[in-house]
Antibody, heavy 119, light 110 residues
Framework: QVQLVQSGGEVKKPGASVKVSCKAS????????INWVRQAPGQGLEWMGW????????NYAQKFQGRVSMTTETSTNTAYMELRSLRSDDTAVYYC????????????WGQGTLVTVSS | QSALTQPASVSGSPGQSITISCTGT?????????VSWYQQHPGKAPKLMIY???KRPSRVSNRFSGSKSGNTASLTISGLQAEDEADYYC??????????FGTGTKVTVL
């Protein structure tokens, strides 16, 4: 069965960086994309960007351009999301989610990773 | 890109049908048939319920259905059950090759 297992929660200081991992299993990693979506406490969902599992091509939301990097490691079927220059309003649960294509939906989700930014 | 507009809350009694709307623009919902819906229980990851406006994954109950007219998409839950109480979010592909989510709707089963 398809599973996306994310790394554990992180506590970071303002200005630091965080890197969250998402290990995929149960499907061919290179035939799907991985999206990153975040949810601040008590708030809605926010799409951050997408990376192709096939060739590593990325597409980031304008809001995060220059501050986010998404990468993949096909040898371990793992996707990574790094967010730099953290601020307190980056405190959120970060989810990875698989997508069958570039324009489509998010059919399987990771369990989420809580990133807390606090001085 | 502004969030799609959803009602903050919708409620219904067990067995009833409810509909959640999702209003966007002609740069997202109105221009693409790539609207999807997600159910999220407290403390849990979202779950895909509807994709491409009206397609349902095999693991999702047929009590859930989707539609679209112009810039507004809708999710209908028929035969409402206690387990349907959750937050629901719509999402759409956009003209700038990104995705936008709705503001979210809390469904309460009375």
């Amino acid at each position: 069965q398809v599973q996306l297992v994310q790394s554990g929660g992180e506590v970071k200081k303002p200005g630091a960086s965080v890197k969250v991992s998402c290990k995929a299993s149960g499907y061919t990693f290179t035939t799907y994309g991985i999206n990153w979506v975040r949810q601040a406490p008590g708030q809605g969902l926010e799409w951050m960007g997408w990376i192709s599992g096939y060739n590593g091509k990325t597409n980031y939301a304008q809001k995060f351009q220059g501050r986010v990097s998404m990468t993949t490691e096909t040898s371990t079927n793992t996707a990574y999301m790094e967010l730099r220059s953290l601020r307190s309003d980056d405190t959120a649960v970060y989810y990875c989610a698989r997508s069958p294509g570039v324009y489509t939906h998010f059919d399987y989700w990771g369990q989420g990773t809580l990133v807390t930014v606090s001085s | 890109q502004s969030a799609l507009t959803q009602p903050a809350s919708v409620s219904g009694s067990p067995g009833q049908s409810i509909t959640i709307s999702c209003t966007g623009t002609n740069s997202d919902v109105g221009d693409y048939n790539y609207v999807s819906w997600y159910q999220q229980h407290p403390g849990k990851a979202p779950k895909l319920m509807i994709y491409d406006v009206n397609k349902r994954p095999s693991r999702v109950s047929n009590r859930f259905s989707g539609s679209k007219s112009g810039n507004t998409a809708s999710l209908t839950i028929s035969g409402l059950q206690a387990e349907d109480e959750a937050d629901y979010y719509c999402s759409s592909y956009t003209s700038i090759s990104t995705f936008v989510f709705g503001t979210g709707t809390k469904v309460t089963v009375l």
